[in-house]
């Protein structure tokens, strides 16, 4: 049956679903209404100013304001190399946190600068945030392709300090890329340091393996250990760290030797003077050994050789 006006109002059914439907539409009328009236307040709050936000106030008051001013407030607007200063500015003023946030700030506007990751990471390390420092340094690696090998050490490096976060495997892999894209001194004591880690906690061929690496990697080391006496404190550090891994090396040798039944009246122990030869260079006091060490040492099994060798070069000094 077709439906037209009058059967409608003939049929009872059809009534009550008149009804029904009238009640639906004048509900859906008044809810319309609300959201109306609901919208037209809202847009009035809307219209309210809101504070602008300044988004370098971070890098404000530390020393560099001479720089954010000579360019600007307009981030966008800035240069490469505009942001590689700043960071060399908070750098030159020992402002770690600063320059990491410089550097953050730069990469949002240059992700694929090899520079910024670089010196994000470095000053990431100075803080001893080493799990974040590996987080970031492990992106910085799918974003660009290093032309140095910087950034691969760094990340070995702060992968000692966060073991939990990083295997030595994954480690040794970073430090000898890095070494393929030219040896620099740093690369090579981070190498010197990983293959220590491998040794210490292994035995047989792959505790063999890992302390005939070292003393390759050492003895390319070598010329780098008359940097000390330029009186830098990070180098002394370093330099001081060779002379802390030649002791413990040479009593792992020894272990190895023994095992192959090796040791004779001709094996003379190696003895290493890099330890006094670098406190001038650190220039440290007795009460601060602990944290010197803990800047020299980032394996902890090394920690309490460390502190022995300190403290004797101390007191004979």
Same mark, same amino acid.
């Given at each position: 049956?077709?439906?037209?006006?009058?059967?409608?109002?003939?049929?009872?059914?059809?009534?009550?679903?008149? $009804?029904?439907?009238?009640?639906?539409?004048?509900?859906?009328?008044?809810?319309?209404?609300?959201?109306?009236?609901?919208?037209?307040?809202?847009?009035?709050?809307?219209?309210?100013?809101?504070?602008?936000?300044?988004?370098?106030?971070?890098?404000?008051?530390?020393?560099?304001?001479? =720089?954010?001013?000579?360019?600007?407030?307009?981030?966008?607007?800035?240069?490469?190399?505009?942001?590689?200063?700043?960071?060399?500015?908070?750098?030159?003023?020992?402002?770690?946190?600063?320059?990491?946030?410089?550097?953050?700030?730069?990469?949002?506007?240059?992700?694929?600068?090899?520079?910024?990751?670089?010196?994000?990471?470095?000053?990431?390390?100075?803080?001893?945030?080493?799990?974040?420092? =590996?987080?970031?340094?492990? =992106?910085?690696?799918?974003? =660009?392709?290093?032309?140095?090998?910087?950034?691969?050490?760094?990340?070995?490096?702060?992968?000692?300090?966060?073991?939990?976060?990083?295997?030595?495997? #994954?480690?040794?892999?970073?430090?000898?890329?890095?070494?393929?894209?030219?040896?620099?001194?740093?690369?090579?004591?981070?190498?010197?340091?990983?293959?220590?880690?491998?040794?210490?906690?292994?035995?047989?061929?792959?505790?063999?393996?890992?302390?005939?690496?070292?003393?390759?990697?050492?003895?390319?080391? #070598?010329?780098?250990?008359?940097?000390?006496?330029?009186?830098?404190?990070?180098?002394?550090?370093?330099?001081?760290?060779?002379?802390?891994?030649?002791?413990? $090396?040479?009593?792992?040798? $020894?272990?190895?030797?023994?095992?192959?039944?090796?040791?004779?009246?001709?094996?003379?122990?190696?003895?290493?003077?890099?330890?006094?030869?670098?406190?001038?260079?650190?220039?440290?006091?007795?009460? #601060?050994?602990?944290?010197?060490?803990?800047?020299?040492?980032?394996?902890?099994?090394?920690?309490?050789?460390?502190?022995?060798?300190?403290?004797?070069?101390?007191?004979?000094?």
């Amino acid at each position: 049956m077709t439906v037209t006006p009058r059967s409608i109002l003939r049929s009872p059914t059809l009534i009550v679903a008149l $009804m029904i439907s009238a009640g639906i539409a004048i509900l859906g009328l008044a809810l319309f209404a609300s959201a109306f009236w609901t919208s037209q307040s809202t847009g009035c709050r809307s219209t309210q100013s809101t504070p602008r936000v300044d988004p370098i106030s971070p890098l404000r008051g530390g020393g560099c304001d001479h =720089v954010l001013r000579e360019h600007g407030s307009s981030l966008a607007s800035w240069q490469h190399d505009d942001w590689v200063n700043l960071t060399a500015c908070f750098e030159r003023q020992d402002d770690h946190r600063r320059a990491v946030t410089a550097a953050s700030h730069g990469l949002s506007y240059y992700p694929q600068s090899e520079t910024l990751h670089n010196t994000r990471g470095y000053h990431l390390i100075v803080l001893e945030e080493y799990d974040q420092a =590996v987080i970031d340094l492990r =992106v910085a690696l799918q974003a =660009v392709t290093p032309t140095d090998g910087v950034m691969e050490n760094n990340l070995a490096w702060a992968g000692l300090f966060a073991s939990d976060r990083m295997t030595l495997s #994954e480690a040794r892999r970073h430090i000898y890329s890095s070494l393929n894209r030219g040896g620099s001194c740093e690369a090579y004591h981070t190498a010197m340091w990983v293959e220590y880690a491998i040794a210490s906690r292994s035995s047989g061929t792959t505790r063999d393996n890992a302390i005939a690496a070292y003393n390759d990697v050492r003895a390319k080391y #070598e010329p780098c250990t008359s940097r000390v006496d330029r009186g830098n404190r990070i180098i002394g550090f370093e330099v001081a760290g060779a002379g802390i891994l030649d002791g413990e $090396m040479h009593k792992l040798t $020894m272990v190895q030797m023994f095992e192959r039944n090796q040791i004779d009246e001709g094996f003379a122990p190696h003895r290493s003077d890099l330890v006094a030869r670098s406190l001038g260079a650190m220039n440290i006091a007795r009460t #601060e050994v602990d944290l010197a060490c803990a800047d020299i040492a980032p394996v902890t099994a090394a920690l309490p050789a460390c502190r022995k060798a300190l403290r004797a070069a101390l007191c004979g000094r």
